[in-house]
């Protein structure tokens, strides 16, 4: 007998007028991009998505979590100190997750959530932010053998941005990767008997999101000094968007800004959700004879 489709639950990190605006430039919310993405690891998945920063969000319950064989967090614009109506349903929502012990994902926001949910703290980042491109992101020791960075080179290159990072671990937090300008740029938590693998980085973003970001971000980019002023700003995402349309065409361009197949490649690109799926989400659904 053949086994069923995952059922997996992807939680919208932003409120409704960020996701108004993304929509506005890409044509989908963040959500919908990893929907997409998750279908691409397991394409009989169905995917359902929840928005816990809307007002008035009706949630899953205790039983209606563990109904799903997976859940997976979202980036989001919002600041998690910031807490308020928009960001606490999402923390407890993450303690409701862990609890319930479906395999738990994030990305970015998705990490920080998961933090704060297990009783770490999240900061801003005393370097500053880190946008377009995630440099030398290194395995530790533990990372090196994990199963979420399986098929990654010891160092690597991904899609980031972000301002926030893991400032205090919880307890049961073990890095997997680092960088320069993150001590945590990926990491597993255990709490409360859950489990969750998540990355600050974001293997979900293509460089057509990239560029929607930069455009998001406006004159951040050229006031925190990314770019000399806004032509050079514009003209950056302009050169995204043409590496994204065509990377083999505009190897030129790749080569400028030391672009890899590891980026432009979908499915190099997004290794930890994939990894997931298939080393955390299929095995768990098996033991719980979900098959």
Request: aromatic letters at 8%.
């Amino acid at each position: 007998m053949s086994q069923r489709p995952l059922r997996l639950l992807v939680v919208e990190g932003n409120t409704a007028e960020t996701c108004d605006r993304i929509r506005n430039i890409t044509g989908q919310t963040m959500s919908d991009n990893y929907a997409e993405v998750l279908r691409r690891a397991a394409p009989d998945a169905t995917v359902d998505i929840c928005f816990p920063a809307f007002p008035g969000a009706n949630l899953p319950d205790a039983a209606g979590l563990e109904s799903y064989d997976g859940v997976a967090i979202t980036g989001s614009a919002l600041n998690i100190y910031d807490r308020g109506p928009a960001i606490d349903p999402q923390i407890e929502l993450a303690r409701a997750v862990y609890r319930s012990r479906v395999p738990f994902f994030g990305s970015c926001w998705g990490l920080q959530v998961a933090t704060v949910a297990a009783g770490g703290e999240v900061r801003r980042n005393p370097k500053g932010r880190e946008l377009g491109i995630a440099r030398k992101i290194t395995l530790t020791e533990f990372g090196g053998s994990h199963k979420m960075h399986a098929g990654r080179p010891p160092v690597f290159d991904a899609p980031c941005v972000h301002l926030d990072e893991v400032g205090i671990s919880p307890d049961g937090l073990k890095v997997t990767a680092c960088n320069e300008v993150s001590d945590v740029q990926a990491a597993e938590i255990r709490h409360e008997g859950g489990l969750f693998w998540g990355v600050q980085y974001h293997p979900e973003f293509s460089l057509l999101d990239l560029a929607a970001v930069m455009l998001r971000y406006g004159p951040v980019l050229w006031q925190e000094g990314f770019f000399p002023d806004e032509a050079a700003a514009m003209a950056f995402v302009e050169d995204l968007k043409a590496v994204h349309a065509d990377p083999a065409g505009r190897w030129d361009l790749a080569w400028r800004y030391g672009i890899g197949r590891e980026i432009t490649d979908p499915m190099l690109r997004q290794n930890e959700i994939t990894n997931w799926i298939e080393h955390y989400v299929q095995p768990t659904r098996s033991a719980r004879g979900r098959g």
